[in-house]
């Protein structure tokens, strides 16, 4: 068993991180309607002044869906997926993903490298990711900072921070710049288009509370598949629930649960604020047990919230989706 801590580059702080953030939560029927299989519209969050751990709830929309009529490997070994006349041009997909609706890799984002007009050259090769003729996929634009956030969500401009860890555990730390309407790194260089990936956590710190809506960008649409991720080895995997249209959330209803590690990979809560610890909890391959062994399903986890997965063997672990109902 284990827990990682970090370094942040804005703050210093340094602490375990984990998950468990009170907040409020409000989608109004005047801006929520149907948009093809999705639901749209936005949704409130309280952030506490200091740090919290916190999650986009929603996607950007659906750009196409389609089956496969063909799988093939590239000469690099990435695959190469081609579909029956999508009405592509060429180059229409600089920023998105595809993602199976089927198979091992299902509700998995994987980056479209490039396209053609009929076909999608992805980062993942065939065989490991079973991608195979005649599987579903959907096209989406990847969420970014300035997908998420247009007009800076109400963060104080240079001063409140959002930051994001990339696959090797390293924080990477953004300002919003209201002058130029942009997100920045720390650095000063445009990070409008760094990418949020589905169910990719984020540490929001801010000098004072902050409601936060999440939904007035083109990030603004509920996922009612599940949603699989990858969770890298030995570093602090930030995870939360799509789940903006449900009031609360468990570890339970994570789903994530039967991919971990029995009694290895563990389970981070956070406290909103401070980010110091308020629980660990493990895998039995059923339930989630806390460390007294007694079952801890119904720890909650309040709408928007993230929490830490620390896994010793990098593996894919998969998000309940939200249950829309009409």
Same mark, same amino acid.
């Given at each position: 068993?284990?827990?990682?801590?970090?370094?942040?580059?804005?703050?210093?702080?340094?602490?375990c991180?984990?998950?468990?953030?009170?907040?409020?939560?409000?989608?109004?029927?005047?801006?929520?309607?149907?948009?093809?299989?999705?639901?749209?519209?936005?949704y409130?969050?309280?952030?506490?002044?200091?740090?919290s751990?916190?999650?986009?709830?929603?996607?950007?929309?659906?750009?196409?869906?389609?089956?496969?009529?063909?799988?093939?490997?590239?000469?690099?070994?990435?695959?190469?997926?081609?579909?029956?006349?999508? $009405?592509?041009?060429?180059?229409?997909?600089?920023?998105?993903?595809?993602?199976?609706?089927?198979?091992?890799?299902?509700?998995?984002?994987?980056d479209?490298?490039?396209n053609?007009?009929?076909?999608?050259k992805?980062?993942?090769?065939?065989?490991?990711?079973?991608?195979?003729?005649?599987?579903?996929?959907?096209?989406?634009?990847?969420?970014?900072?300035?997908?998420?956030?247009?007009?800076?969500?109400?963060?104080?401009p240079?001063?409140?921070?959002i930051?994001?860890?990339?696959?090797? $555990?390293?924080q990477?730390?953004?300002?919003?710049?209201?002058?130029?309407?942009?997100?920045?790194?720390?650095?000063?260089?445009?990070?409008?288009?760094?990418?949020?990936?589905?169910?990719?956590g984020?540490?929001?710190q801010?000098?004072?509370?902050?409601?936060?809506?999440?939904?007035?960008g083109?990030?603004?649409?509920?996922?009612?598949?599940?949603?699989r991720i990858t969770?890298?080895?030995?570093?602090?995997?930030?995870?939360?629930?799509?789940?903006p249209?449900?009031?609360?959330?468990?570890?339970?209803t994570?789903?994530?649960?039967?991919?971990?590690?029995?009694?290895?990979?563990?389970?981070?809560?956070?406290?909103?604020g401070?980010l110091?610890?308020?629980?660990?909890?493990?895998?039995?391959?059923?339930?989630?047990i806390?460390?007294l062994g007694?079952?801890?399903?119904?720890?909650?986890?309040?709408?928007?919230?993230?929490?830490?997965?620390?896994?010793?063997?990098?593996k894919t672990?998969?998000?309940?989706?939200?249950?829309?109902?009409?």
């Open positions: 068993m284990h827990a990682f801590c970090f370094d942040s580059l804005a703050s210093r702080l340094r602490g991180i984990t998950g468990g953030v009170t907040l409020l939560v409000a989608l109004s029927p005047a801006c929520l309607y149907a948009a093809s299989s999705n639901v749209i519209g936005f409130s969050v309280t952030v506490p002044a200091g740090n751990a916190w999650v986009s709830g929603l996607v950007g929309p659906d750009v196409y869906e389609g089956a496969a009529t063909s799988v093939v490997a590239d000469v690099d070994g990435k695959a190469l997926v081609t579909f029956a006349s999508p $009405g592509w041009s060429g180059g229409d997909f600089p920023l998105h993903y595809a993602e199976p609706l089927s198979g091992t890799s299902s509700g998995l984002a994987i479209i490298l490039s053609t007009t009929d076909t999608l992805l980062n993942a090769t065939p065989a490991a990711a079973g991608l195979t003729n005649g599987m579903v996929f959907v096209v989406r634009k990847h969420a970014t900072l300035k997908g998420l956030l247009p007009d800076g969500g109400g963060f104080a240079f001063q409140d921070t930051a994001l860890f990339n696959s090797a $555990g390293v990477n730390t953004y300002f919003f710049n209201d002058g130029t309407s942009t997100w920045i790194s720390i650095l000063g260089a445009d990070a409008s288009n760094v990418v949020v990936r589905p169910g990719q984020f540490i929001i801010v000098a004072a509370q902050l409601t936060l809506t999440l939904g007035k083109e990030v603004a649409y509920v996922k009612s598949t599940p949603t969770a890298n080895a030995k570093v602090p995997n930030l995870v939360g629930a799509l789940n249209l449900s009031g609360s959330a468990t570890l339970g994570l789903g994530i649960v039967s991919n971990l590690e029995v009694f290895n990979d563990s389970v981070v809560t956070l406290n909103p401070s110091v610890q308020t629980g660990t909890f493990l895998s039995d391959g059923t339930n989630f806390n460390g007694g079952n801890a399903n119904g720890v909650l986890l309040p709408v928007g919230s993230s929490v830490v997965v620390n896994v010793d063997a990098a672990v998969t998000l309940n989706p939200v249950t829309v109902a009409p």
